[in-house]
């Protein structure tokens, strides 16, 4: 099989190609420019600390989500049973930082 083609059009074909050729250079040319690179690494390290700050909210979310049920009732109001020894044991922990705290600060004079 012989190829009909015109010089015309083995012309138009090589312009053709060369302007691909140039178009596929210059993209090669954008992508590993530094800049690109260094572009490019910022975005996926943005997107990696956002990715893990959004699974780090929904975890913290859940947590005061579970915290929130167990101390309040359907309605929202608070469990009494629940939410008394809880506050009874966060006031000694307090009053006991503070003694250790006055020990310790007497004991350095």
Do not use: C, W, Y
Not at 33 to 52: E, N, R, Y
């Amino acid at each position: 099989m012989t190829d009909a083609r015109t010089p015309a059009q083995i012309e138009a074909d090589i312009l053709r190609r060369r302007e691909q050729l140039a178009v596929t250079l210059d993209e090669i040319g954008i992508r590993m420019h530094p800049k690109t690179i260094i572009g490019d690494a910022k975005a996926k390290v943005a997107a990696q600390v956002d990715h893990t700050a959004g699974r780090a909210f929904v975890a913290v979310n859940r947590v005061v989500s579970d915290v929130k049920a167990r101390f309040t009732d359907e309605d929202g109001a608070p469990r009494l049973e629940r939410v008394v020894p809880v506050a009874l044991v966060a006031v000694a922990l307090v009053g006991l930082l503070a003694a250790s705290s006055r020990k310790s600060g007497k004991s350095k004079r």
